[in-house]
């Protein structure tokens, strides 16, 4: 029995939204337009032009000329675990730095990797401290990896990652860094701090769809894959194939997503057509208005200033205020999406995110406008204006 099309007055709709949650961000139109364009097969010499284009500009937002970046098929948590699974081989001690949600994923990947797991746990909102890792590397004698995350997007925290790189270094071990969230609108300086994997996602800073996670591999790292004494348990993620396939011998691999090629294409464009530096000077700029119009409100900040993201900001919710009832205000009234808290943070934050498309003056202003008139219905009183000029005056202040 053929069934009849669903006309097109039925067909459900994408209502417009500010995203403001954790990811995903708003999409650039120059983006969206780019992912029109025609079919092109992926192995059309026009399309290994587009390959070799968007290789070029994801190392310069990598910041890496040694070491090879291409984009995997797949989210940022296939970048986790192609790097997980690339570099460890069963019986391989990794020492992990954990201080939020998303680091602990990375302890769950690498235990079904079969590797020896070191977890070192930190405090929830709070930069990992170093002297830690370093108390943990002097009782091994042959770790393989260590990891860390740049921007815990459940936490909010910007990890420095000099000190951590630097410790590795010194023991002879390979270091890898979770930068979803920060690609493209944090700096990732992946040759100067010595990074050996990172791996990113499109969908937040970088203003494109979900779908891809751009990699960066040193030539330390391709050799220790390469190297391996068994295959990877991932024959889809294994590194040492994407690199053969995104590099210049383009051994086949897998049907590449065209269109989300050409999207990162133009994303990456769009990058640096801005300007790294002045693309982390804007992400800076409305995170700074986005907090002070926020504690003008009366909300506290979770994170200290010196070690706060400018990509996600998360904020305590009021004692007897319903986070979800004013998250779903926001959103139904006003088409406004905030993030909700994660793990331990579950049910006490609201999670605010300003990257790519989505870190914009006029956006900071809106969300600060709506809380205003949202929080007092939900038991909270405010003054009405004091965030919106909070966040004014920050702007003014900053040149924004």
């Not at 002097?138 to 410790?167: D, Y």
């Not at 464009?269 to 800076?284: D, F, K, P, S, V």
């Amino acid at each position: 029995m053929t069934q009849s099309p669903v006309p097109a007055s039925k067909m459900p709709s994408v209502p417009p939204r500010i995203l403001l949650g954790p990811g995903p961000s708003n999409v650039d139109p120059r983006v969206l337009r780019a992912m029109m364009q025609p079919m092109i097969g992926y192995l059309d010499p026009d399309y290994i032009e587009i390959m070799n284009e968007t290789v070029d500009m994801l190392k310069q937002v990598f910041q890496t000329s040694e070491g090879s970046a291409f984009p995997l098929s797949g989210t940022g948590s296939a970048g986790m675990e192609a790097g997980l699974s690339s570099l460890l081989e069963p019986g391989d001690t990794v020492v992990m730095c954990i201080y939020g949600f998303f680091c602990e994923r990375m302890v769950d990947m690498a235990e079904r990797a079969g590797a020896n797991v070191v977890p070192l746990r930190a405090d929830w909102g709070r930069a990992f401290p170093e002297e830690m890792l370093e108390a943990e590397l002097k009782k091994h004698s042959n770790v393989k990896l260590v990891t860390a995350i740049q921007a815990e997007t459940s936490t909010g925290v910007r990890q420095p990652l000099q000190g951590l790189s630097r410790l590795a270094q010194e023991h002879d071990t390979l270091f890898m860094v979770d930068a979803v969230t920060a690609l493209g609108g944090e700096e990732m300086a992946f040759d100067a701090w010595n990074i050996d994997y990172a791996y990113a996602a499109t969908q937040k800073c970088m203003a494109c769809p979900p779908g891809l996670s751009p990699v960066a591999i040193s030539p330390r790292a391709l050799e220790s894959i390469k190297s391996r004494k068994t295959k990877p348990v991932s024959w889809y993620l294994d590194l040492w194939l994407n690199a053969n396939y995104w590099g210049f011998d383009r051994v086949y691999h897998h049907t590449g997503p065209v269109s989300m090629v050409l999207a990162l294409r133009e994303g990456l464009r769009l990058i640096l057509q801005e300007g790294l530096e002045n693309r982390y000077a804007r992400h800076h700029r409305n995170a700074a208005a986005l907090c002070a119009g926020l504690e003008a409100l009366g909300l506290r900040m979770v994170v200290p200033a010196e070690h706060r993201l400018d990509q996600i900001t998360l904020a305590w919710i009021p004692d007897g205020v319903d986070g979800d009832a004013v998250r779903n205000s926001l959103l139904r009234g006003h088409g406004i999406e905030i993030g909700r808290g994660l793990g331990e943070f579950a049910g006490k934050v609201w999670r605010v995110g300003l990257m790519g498309e989505s870190s914009k003056p006029e956006y900071v202003l809106a969300l600060l406008s709506a809380m205003e008139k949202i929080l007092p219905e939900h038991g909270y009183e405010v003054a009405s204006g004091v965030a919106v000029a909070a966040a004014s005056e920050s702007l003014a202040r900053a040149g924004g």
